[in-house]
């Protein structure tokens, strides 16, 4: 079973443009969540989609958005970015709403100069 | 409220040393604990989970116990490994209504040959 995908992986983008990330679950699982990674921050949480529905949100600006397609594929979007948005952005998908054991994907790694 | 502390790495230990990584947390309840691996380029993988006090969970040689008493969960292997090498990640899974996990800053390991 083909594990959690990430598009793309590498990202480089200047300050105050848009960006679009995507990520294909895991065959089945409903959930998918959204991580920033970051060495000053650590893991924080971005949101949780199950079924097309927005479930969790963590304390980001509304710079930052996502959503969920009937396939269960998601994408997040941060527009006006800023050089403090240079992270690595996880994707993790689950079976359940509630998100007990998680699959992470690789990951893209967004560059903002 | 709900928060997980590690102890800071990065931790160096030499080929077949015993490792321990210390984790503490505050919680409500009993919460379902974690540990989560990233290894150098990947996403998080899970490592082991405890669901309930006093429960051991163990994977790859590595083993942690949910110790109620002391609201720890620290991480060891009897013999380390030059492919353990990782940034390990303790997380708590919150038990209010959004089931929302709680993560460690993470704790870098490095096993010398």
């Known amino acids: 079973k083909a594990g959690v995908t990430q598009t793309p992986r590498y990202l480089i983008k200047t300050r105050g443009q848009q960006v679009t990330l995507s990520c294909s679950p895991i065959?089945?699982?409903?959930?998918v969540s959204w991580y920033q990674q970051t060495p000053g921050q650590g893991l924080q949480f971005l949101f949780e989609y199950f079924s097309e529905t927005q479930r969790n949100k963590g304390n980001f600006p509304g710079r930052f958005s996502g959503r969920q397609f009937s396939n269960s594929r998601s994408e997040m979007n941060v527009s006006t970015l800023e050089l403090g948005d240079s992270a690595l952005y996880l994707c993790?998908?689950?079976?359940?709403?509630?998100?007990?054991?998680?699959?992470f994907g690789p990951g893209t790694r967004l560059t903002v100069t | 409220g709900n928060s997980v502390t590690q102890m800071e790495g990065p931790v160096t230990l030499s080929e077949e040393a015993f490792l321990t990584i210390n984790c503490t947390y505050t919680?409500?309840?009993?919460?379902?604990l974690f540990w989560y691996v990233q290894y150098p380029g990947e996403g998080l993988q899970l490592l082991l989970k405890a669901t309930k006090a006093d429960d051991k969970g163990s994977n790859k040689g590595f083993e942690a116990t949910y110790r109620k008493e002391t609201t720890s969960f620290h991480l060891e292997k009897g013999s380390v490994q030059v492919s353990d090498s990782a940034v390990y990640f303790c997380a708590l899974r919150r038990l209010d209504s959004n089931y929302q996990l709680i993560w460690g800053a993470g704790t870098k390991l490095i096993i010398k040959p």
């Open positions: 065959s089945g699982h409903r959930s």
């Open positions: 919680a409500t309840g009993y919460p379902s």
């Open positions: 993790a998908s689950s079976l359940a709403e509630v998100s007990y054991e998680q699959y």
